[in-house]
């Protein structure tokens, strides 16, 4: 059975780090991409970052490259993502979803994780 | 970046209805569009792939259609249960992948 659980989120200052984990079940993420998806308080959907399966490649929306890393660690079963110089408009939860077959469709979602740059 | 405009923004709807939204893309994009719904507090869940599939165990009271830059998403006899928020999910040039702004359903 397909699971994505998201942790790591709480309340950080601007300009802080924080480190979100999204731990697998019922699948291998060395051989699945994964993506990042964000919902900020009150709003629609906003696509973050994306690993592939073969995980040398990366992609980030233009708001958060440079400040964002996703990686993974397969012995963990485990992706992250790395959030570095946080901004207010960076509050949002943060979701994990399984991309289906390489196909960027987002088959199985995370329950997601709250992330609140505040001072 | 492809822009997904999704219409209505909110719609007041009644059981028994028949619902269709639709998604604009700024620019072709074949058939790459993707269908989730969301219900409040909890994460989205996928509908239908390349325009027209229905996912695995999604009711077929749900349908869409469209290819190039207009399509459509419909719910037939409208049940409790499909009080959501609706979005639609561009991939045609891979990243950004983009969504429609999203659209509310509720009862009247």
């Known amino acids: 059975q397909v699971s994505l659980a998201e942790s790591g989120g709480g309340v950080v200052q601007p300009g802080r780090s924080l480190r979100l984990s999204c731990a697998a079940s019922?699948?291998?993420?060395?051989?699945?991409?994964i993506h990042w998806v964000r919902q900020a308080p009150g709003k629609g959907l906003e696509w973050v970052a994306a690993?592939?399966?073969?995980?040398?490649?990366?992609y980030y929306a233009d708001s958060v490259k440079g400040r964002f890393t996703i990686s993974r660690d397969n012995s963990k079963n485990t992706l992250y993502l790395q959030m570095n110089s946080l901004r207010s408009d960076d509050t949002a939860v943060y979701f994990c979803?399984?991309?289906?077959?390489?196909?960027?469709?987002?088959?199985?979602w995370g329950q997601g994780t709250l992330v609140t740059v505040s001072s | 970046d492809i822009q997904m405009t999704q219409s209505p923004s909110s719609l007041s709807t009644s059981v028994g209805d028949r619902v269709t939204i639709t998604c604009q893309a700024s620019?072709?994009?074949?058939?790459?569009l993707n269908w989730y719904q969301q219900k409040p507090g909890k994460a989205p869940k996928f509908l239908i792939y390349?325009?027209?599939n229905l996912q695995t165990g999604v009711p077929s009271r749900f349908s869409g259609s469209g290819s190039g830059t207009d399509f459509n998403f419909t719910i037939n006899n409208l049940q409790p249960d499909d009080i959501a928020t609706y979005y639609c999910q561009q991939y045609d040039n891979l990243f950004p992948i983009t969504f429609g702004q999203g659209t509310r359903l509720d009862i009247k």
């Open positions: 620019q072709d994009i074949n058939n790459h």
């Open positions: 979803a399984k991309d289906r077959d390489g196909d960027y469709v987002l088959d199985y």
């Open positions: 019922g699948f291998n993420l060395n051989n699945c991409g």
């Open positions: 390349d325009a027209s």
């Open positions: 690993i592939l399966f073969d995980g040398s490649n990366k």
